[in-house]
Nanobody, 123 residues
């Protein structure tokens, strides 16, 4: 499956942003979808994941309470809504697809990765 992330940009602290990730190539509903991010000089970290039918979601501690992951299986797209953005949210955000039923936050459980979209939050 091919993944194309979009929606990043330069925003101010306190703003909200919605990232999108469009999938193509294989049956979208076969995959658990996740979002990860990598800040400058830091390791990539888990942000959120959503089950195949969208009924279950799972969030990393750093964004819990400010972030909502959702998916539209008719559009083969997964979204990440981030509210109250902070400068420390500045990172490249990646979407990923896992054929595992419960990949959780494990990077190596995700089989396909998008190219990333840059989010920069100014103070």
């Amino acid at each position: 499956v091919q993944l194309q992330a979009s929606g990043g940009g330069l925003v101010q602290a306190g703003d909200s942003l919605r990232l999108s990730c469009a999938a193509s190539g294989r049956t979208f509903t076969s995959y658990v979808m996740g979002w990860f991010r990598q800040a400058p000089g830091k390791e990539r970290e888990f942000v959120a994941a959503i089950s195949r039918n969208g009924g279950r979601t799972f969030y990393g501690d750093s964004v819990k309470g400010r972030t909502t992951i959702s998916r539209d299986n008719a559009k083969n797209t997964v979204y990440l809504q981030i509210n109250t953005l902070k400068p420390e949210d500045t990172a490249v955000f990646y979407c990923a697809a896992s054929s595992s039923s419960i990949p959780g936050s494990r990077e190596n459980a995700y089989d396909y990765w998008g190219q990333g979209t840059q989010v920069t939050v100014s103070s």
